[in-house]
Structures are given as C-alpha cells and as structure tokens.
C-alpha cells in the first residue's frame, strides 16, 4: 500500500474531518454561479438531506468528491479559493467565536494553534514566533492527492480572511508560502489573497511582522473568551478519545519540526509512559518505529516532489548525513530521492 492509499484509508476512518458547514457554503458557491447544486450532491453520493441534516460533520471522501464535482462542473481551478474567502471568521464555530474575544492577535493564533483540530485534522498549524517575523505553518499529516491544492487553498483564503477581519488596515507586510508548484491560475491567488504568495517551500505558512501580535482586538473579552476556550478544550478531548494511539502518535510527529522526538518524548507530551504508549500501539499492530518511517517516508517524497535538493530534504527530516537519508529512503521506496525529485513516479 502507499502512502496515498494509507492516508486516504485513514481519512475515511475519521469520525469528524469535515465541517459541514464548508460544504455548506460551498453548495452556495456553486448556486450563485449558476451550477445545479442537486447534480453536485449526486456525483458525490450525496443529497440535501445529508448536508443540511443537524449531523456536525462529513467524512473526508464526502468532502473530497463535493469539491472535486465544484472544480469539474464550474471549470474553475480556484474555486477553493472563492470558498475560503466566503468562509468568515464565525463559520468556524466556538473556535471563531474564542478567536474574535481574544485580546490581541497573539493570544488568538495560540488558541488556533491548540484546537484547529475541532474544525479539520487534515493539517495542523504550528506557531513560530522570531524576533522580527512569525510564521504560521501548516503541517499535513495525511497525503490528500489530487485535492490538495484546493484544500490548501480553503485553509490559507480562510486564515487570511480571518486575521484581514480581525485586524482590518492593521493587516500588511504578510506574505503566502506554499508548499507545491506554482499552478497554472497562480496569478488568482494574488488576486485573492491580496499578497505575495511564494510556492514551492517545505510548508504552508503565513509570514507576517513579529509585531501584529501584540495588536488589540476591538471585541476583546476575557469572559467570552475563557468559556468558548473552554469549550473548545472539551471538544479537542472528545476527538482524542475517539482517535486511535496510531492517529495520534502519526499526528504529533506530522506536527513536529526538524528532528522528530524520541519514543519517550513523545509519551511525555501525552502525559504517559513509553512502556505505556508502546503498548497501545502493539494493541493496534503497530510499533513507533513503524510510525516514524512513515512519517519521514511521506514528508520525504513531498520535499523531493517540491523540487528541494536531497541535501535540503535530509536537513528538513533531521539527518546530519545525506547519505543516511539516501539509503533510508531506497529502502522506504526501493528507489533513490533523485527518482521521486524527477517526477517519474507520477506517470
């Protein structure tokens, strides 16, 4: 099995990857450009009743062919774009609503940080704060395929859109970093977004200047704030506990930067014991050691599909030797990185 046929058979596994209030919205999309929206839920095995049930969420492949039939039917390579413009800061539920009473720009992405995954699990963003910039990331734990450039395009429109509304004229000097090919509407995202947008980097992530986090917000409100926080923490621990130790030990180190922590730092930040947490995973079949190559095999080959030199990509998966890199990676793929970097395994 590869790695696309692994994500994807644990995305359909996932009991709430998808909003459907996105889907929502994107049905609205179509309808105002003139598409038949009952033919849209057709070809995705769906129908209004689904979406517009009282149901909280839809499984990723329904996510997944509801967009793939919107690019189809309208013809429009951007429409993920459209739908994270469309997508305001309170589409996003209690994670919205913390965010729009947070006191300063600040406290709002650290709050993001820790529940993005009660909105969607299919990335996950990590905060990174330097003296002068701060980069907001967006790690992918799964291999999304074919949809994901418009997934990561409702994501960044719909992250943009919300700090645009948070800040108003406060927002500038941010750019766009996106981790594929420039494709061909490139030109839209600018357009869009209304800021340099950079493709072909390690990672999705928003750069801005280091000093918008400390911009107030005018509905700041401690109150608010600290029971939709609240809410919003008991939520994140209802989906841990519907999670697999698998799952969650692959999104950790999804998350994770540079060189990926040890077994036992791992346990830590679960508050458990490697004895423990190895035994959870032996439960399901796995080891951590499994985990791991997995892990590294996946961002590997989307480094080396992005163009990066193999030297850039053993730095990024946290080798001190490019040749250990080269020889773990003929042995995850049975190929070397120049292979994958080429391009040849995609025909």
């Given at each position: 099995?590869?790695?696309?046929?692994?994500?994807?058979?644990?995305?359909?596994?996932?009991?709430?990857?998808?909003?459907?209030?996105?889907?929502?919205?994107?049905?609205?999309?179509?309808?105002?450009?003139g598409?038949d929206?009952?033919?849209?839920?057709a070809?995705?095995?769906?129908?209004?009743?689904?979406?517009?049930?009282?149901?909280?969420?839809?499984?990723?492949?329904?996510?997944?062919?509801?967009m793939?039939?919107?690019?189809?039917?309208?013809?429009?390579?951007?429409?993920?774009?459209?739908?994270?413009?469309q997508?305001?800061?309170?589409?996003?539920?209690?994670?919205g609503?913390?965010?729009?009473?947070?006191?300063?720009?600040?406290?709002?992405?650290?709050?993001?940080?820790?529940?993005f995954?009660?909105?969607?699990?299919?990335?996950?963003?990590?905060?990174?704060?330097?003296?002068r910039?701060?980069?907001?990331?967006?790690?992918e734990?799964?291999?999304?395929?074919?949809?994901?450039?418009?997934?990561?395009?409702?994501?960044?429109?719909?992250?943009?859109?919300?700090?645009?509304?948070?800040?108003?004229?406060?927002?500038?000097?941010?750019?766009?970093?996106?981790?594929?090919?420039?494709?061909?509407?490139a030109?839209?995202?600018?357009?869009v977004?209304?800021?340099?947008v950079?493709?072909?980097?390690?990672v999705?992530?928003?750069?801005?200047?280091?000093?918008?986090?400390n911009?107030?917000?005018?509905?700041?409100?401690?109150?608010?704030?600290?029971m939709?926080?609240?809410?919003?923490?008991?939520?994140?621990?209802?989906?841990?506990?519907?999670?697999?130790?698998?799952?969650?030990?692959?999104?950790?180190?999804?998350?994770?930067?540079?060189?990926?922590?040890?077994?036992?730092?791992?346990?830590?930040?679960?508050?458990?014991?490697?004895?423990?947490?190895?035994?959870?995973?032996?439960?399901?079949?796995?080891?951590?050691?499994?985990?791991?190559?997995e892990?590294?095999?996946?961002?590997?080959?989307?480094?080396?599909a992005?163009?990066?030199?193999?030297?850039?990509?053993?730095?990024?998966?946290?080798?001190?030797?490019?040749?250990?890199f080269?020889?773990?990676?003929?042995?995850?793929?049975?190929?070397?990185?120049?292979?994958?970097?080429?391009g040849?395994?995609?025909?």
């Amino acid at each position: 099995m590869d790695t696309y046929d692994a994500g994807l058979n644990d995305l359909t596994g996932d009991r709430t990857p998808i909003p459907v209030n996105y889907v929502r919205n994107l049905l609205e999309l179509t309808q105002e450009a003139g598409l038949d929206t009952g033919r849209l839920l057709a070809r995705a095995g769906l129908d209004r009743e689904a979406v517009y049930s009282a149901e909280p969420a839809l499984r990723f492949d329904q996510f997944r062919r509801v967009m793939e039939g919107a690019r189809s039917l309208s013809g429009d390579p951007a429409i993920g774009l459209a739908l994270g413009r469309q997508l305001t800061v309170n589409a996003h539920g209690l994670l919205g609503y913390a965010a729009i009473s947070s006191a300063d720009l600040g406290e709002a992405l650290e709050l993001l940080e820790r529940y993005f995954r009660t909105r969607t699990r299919l990335c996950l963003p990590r905060l990174r704060a330097q003296p002068r910039w701060v980069r907001f990331c967006l790690a992918e734990p799964y291999d999304l395929g074919d949809i994901r450039e418009p997934y990561l395009e409702v994501v960044t429109a719909a992250l943009v859109g919300g700090l645009r509304y948070l800040l108003g004229d406060r927002f500038r000097g941010a750019t766009l970093e996106l981790p594929y090919p420039a494709p061909p509407h490139a030109a839209r995202y600018t357009e869009v977004l209304g800021m340099p947008v950079t493709f072909g980097k390690p990672v999705a992530a928003l750069r801005f200047p280091a000093r918008l986090m400390n911009e107030r917000f005018a509905l700041a409100d401690p109150a608010s704030r600290s029971m939709a926080a609240r809410r919003c923490e008991e939520e994140l621990r209802r989906l841990e506990i519907d999670q697999d130790w698998a799952s969650r030990v692959r999104s950790r180190l999804m998350q994770a930067e540079g060189m990926l922590p040890s077994l036992e730092q791992l346990a830590g930040s679960f508050h458990l014991t490697s004895r423990t947490l190895r035994r959870h995973l032996a439960a399901l079949g796995v080891s951590y050691r499994n985990l791991l190559e997995e892990v590294r095999m996946a961002r590997a080959v989307r480094y080396l599909a992005a163009n990066h030199p193999v030297q850039k990509v053993a730095d990024l998966l946290g080798y001190a030797d490019p040749s250990n890199f080269t020889r773990a990676f003929r042995r995850w793929t049975g190929h070397p990185p120049s292979y994958y970097r080429a391009g040849d395994y995609r025909d």
